[in-house]
């Protein structure tokens, strides 16, 4: 019976998704998302600009409250828990933002600090210890007395990965790794989201539009467009999809110009109706 | 047509003035809310295991209180000697030179010190205010704070809460007796006065009330500015130049409200407490 008990946590998904649904005021933007992430994996949601996808990660993580829908970490829906029982799931869990979020008045080393002053009563003496283990793991060792400003844009992502692993969550979620920085560096943040995968399991989360970094890190892919999801599927399928539109977006194929006026106004009025 | 036409600007009038009086109440109502937030960190939090900031709070009253006092020295003094001035031009009329301490005295502890202070602190904190938390949400820090399951009122708007309703308050005293002092330099070059016996004059017209009535409306000036400041920042869309639009709508509402809140606890002593 326990044997049972414990297979099924085993295949239970850290992550799951059920007809997700999000609206700014009248006009929704996602129309019923369905996906899961098993533990240690590492999903990539892709998608254009204005598909969606920078919304479904801030509802994944709870900035957001949907309209409808389920999403389940840890067995809660968060789409239906209180505030103080999503700050508990929030301890879990780690977010790193696009431009790094990092608190301009304190030093990185307080950057990955804060979390832990925090939530724990640990000595100041052990959270020091801390972080710079966690400094060290995203390669900015000795770089904590430093202010968020002194550091180069590829250094601030890898310290907001530091304060985002400071609490050692479970999932990690990404917000464009490789937004802004030159192709140097963002490979680099990818090894670091490979070396954080290989070495702790940890389940990763990554929304990005950069197709490179996709198939380098990605377990398993799903895009997403104008608030659907399009294909879903491992690294490989979707390579070998045959869907127009997963085609159209993995080759980069342009959207079609348009030649006529009648057609530009038409998609005009369209564009309209659809950001209402 | 033109019947018509009339009709429709009536309505439209009418439809205007209603959107603006709702949108009026919804912005007083989430004033009221995010105040009612900080005021629970910082009264009933500490109680039930969620510990204040102070040192934020003290590094808050730093810049909010003492980093002002310069400026606002200089400016209520001069005020005080303007307000000796002014009331010289008619007492000395009626021979009245005398009563000058009286004069400036009442005006600065019940009205212009407060008022004073207040609008030297919207200007340097409230301003502040509203371009630090509106950057930071621009900046995703805002969501950070919450994906870290820090609330940012407890993070950031509690400390500047406290340390704004001690330090405006404390402002406000130096600011009347700034104000006094420069009363007495009329005072003592016009009317022949003494410095200790214009001091002492201006002690002496002074009743308790007088001073606490003026303490008490500072208070409430703090907690407007700090909540107008803050909820300004944390509305602020996406974008830089949205932070220069928050930080501007900040000092214009505050100002507007502190002077709203002084006519409503103005007309409420004077009514209930006998002036």
């Known amino acids: 019976m326990g044997e049972k008990n414990e297979l099924s946590l085993e295949s239970m998904p850290m ?7 999000v609206s700014y005021g009248a006009v929704e933007i996602l129309h019923g998302i369905n996906f899961e992430v098993k533990q240690g994996e590492t999903l990539v949601i892709l998608g254009g600009s204005g598909s969606g996808k920078s919304t479904l990660l801030r509802t994944l993580v709870g900035l957001e409250r949907p309209s409808s829908g389920e999403i389940w970490i840890k067995g809660k829906n968060i789409a239906a828990i209180s505030q103080t029982e999503l700050d508990e799931i929030r301890k879990k869990i780690g977010m790193s933002f696009q431009g790094g979020a990092l608190f301009g008045s304190m030093t990185v080393g307080d950057n990955v600090a804060l979390p832990l002053r925090e939530h724990t009563k640990l000595e100041e003496s052990t959270i020091d210890i801390i972080l710079r283990l966690k400094l060290e793991q995203v390669g900015l060792a000795g770089f904590e007395y430093y202010m968020p400003s002194q550091l180069s844009g590829g250094m601030k992502k890898r310290a907001a990965v530091a304060r985002a692993l400071a609490m050692d969550p479970e999932v990690l979620f990404f917000d464009e790794p490789s937004a802004g920085l030159d192709p140097i560096i963002a490979a680099g943040i990818d090894q670091l989201i490979l070396e954080l995968k290989r070495a702790f399991r940890m389940t990763i989360v990554v929304v ?9 890190i990605a377990d398993r892919m799903v895009l997403i467009d104008k608030g659907n999801v399009v294909a879903i599927g491992t690294t490989e399928e979707m390579r070998s999809s045959s869907q127009p539109r997963v085609r159209q977006f993995l080759d980069r194929v342009a959207e079609p110009e348009v030649s006529r006026e009648s057609d530009y106004l038409a998609m005009l009025t369209e564009h309209r109706r659809r950001s209402g | 047509m033109a019947q018509y036409m ?11 003035t209603g ?19 900080a005021a629970y960190y910082v009264f009933v939090g500490p109680f039930q295991g969620k510990p204040l900031r102070l040192q934020r709070a003290v590094s808050q009253a730093m810049e909010i209180g003492v980093r002002a006092l310069p400026i606002l020295s200089l400016i209520t003094y001069f005020i005080g000697l303007i307000l000796a001035l002014q009331s010289a031009y008619e007492l000395s009329k009626l021979g009245a030179m005398n009563i000058v301490p009286r004069a400036v005295a009442l005006s600065m502890s019940r009205e212009l010190g407060p008022l004073i202070t207040a609008i030297v602190v919207i200007g340097r904190s409230g301003s502040a205010f509203a371009a630090e938390i509106g950057t930071m949400k621009v900046t995703e820090e805002i969501d950070a704070l919450e994906t870290m399951a820090i609330s940012p009122i407890h993070f950031l708007v509690t400390p500047k809460f406290l340390a704004m309703i001690v330090m405006l308050p404390c402002l406000t005293i130096w600011a009347n007796f700034m104000g006094i002092l420069g009363g007495a330099l009329f005072g003592v070059t016009q009317a022949g006065f003494s410095w200790l016996g214009y001091i002492q004059a201006s002690i002496d017209s002074l009743f308790l009330r007088d001073i606490t009535t003026g303490l008490i409306k500072s208070i409430m000036f703090g907690i407007t500015i700090t909540t107008v400041g803050c909820l300004e920042g944390l509305s602020t869309g996406a974008g830089a130049e949205e932070v220069g639009r928050s930080t501007t709508r900040a000092v214009v509402m505050s100002i507007f409200l502190v002077v709203i809140v002084d006519l409503v606890f103005t ?7 006998g002036r």
């Not at chain 1, 950069?210 to 380098?216: D, G, M």
């Not at chain 2, 959107?19 to 937030?37: E, H, K, M």
């Open chain 1, 15 to 21: 992550l799951s998704v059920r007809d997700l649904r």
């Open chain 1, 208 to 216: 990005t539009h950069e197709l490179a970094s996709a198939y380098l």
């Open chain 2, 6 to 16: 009339v009709t429709e600007s009536v309505t439209e009038f009418f439809s205007q």
């Open chain 2, 19 to 37: 959107q603006s009086v709702t949108n009026g109440f919804a912005y007083i109502g989430s004033l009221a809310s995010l105040a009612g937030r």
């Open chain 2, 267 to 273: 007309g409420l002593f004077y009514f209930v407490g």
